[in-house]
Nanobody, 127 residues
Framework: QVQLVESGGGLVQDGASLRLSCAAS????????MGWFRQAPGKEREVVAA????????TYADSVKGRFTISRDNAKNTAYLQMNSLKPEDTAVYYC????????????????????WGQGTQVTVSS
């Protein structure tokens, strides 16, 4: 069982930055793909970004490319989502997720393939 704890959400203005963190309770963190998802009211959960266990591969939603950066520190068992140039449409609850993957270079975009989920952190961007 892997526990994920997110932090770093909050209320910011249009154009501001935030960094989300996701701390994982596992001794084999580098064997897990880490993903960030978000869900806005009345909308389905969508992928934001994902990073491979080895930190070699990443993938992003088109809506955040060039503004958001996913990263991880395997020594600290923590994944990050740096969000710059935030827009009101980025407002949502952000979730981190983890899934064990044999190929440490692989990434996963589908929510259904993730095994473990954090409790979520609210990000609100005001205009």
């Amino acid at each position: 069982q892997v526990q994920l704890v997110e932090s770093g959400g909050g209320l910011v203005q249009d154009g501001a930055s935030l960094r989300l963190s996701c701390a994982a309770s596992t001794l084999t963190f580098r064997q897990y793909v880490m993903g960030w998802f978000r869900q806005a009211p009345g909308k389905e959960r969508e992928v934001v970004a994902a990073v491979s266990g080895s930190d070699i591969s990443t993938t992003y939603a088109d809506s955040v490319k060039g503004r958001f950066t996913i990263s991880r520190d395997n020594a600290k068992n923590t994944a990050y989502l740096q969000m710059n140039s935030l827009k009101p449409e980025d407002t949502a609850v952000y979730y981190c997720a983890a899934s064990w993957l044999r190929d440490s270079r692989g990434v996963i975009r589908e929510a259904s393939r993730y095994t473990y989920w954090g409790q979520g952190t609210q990000v609100t961007v005001s205009s």
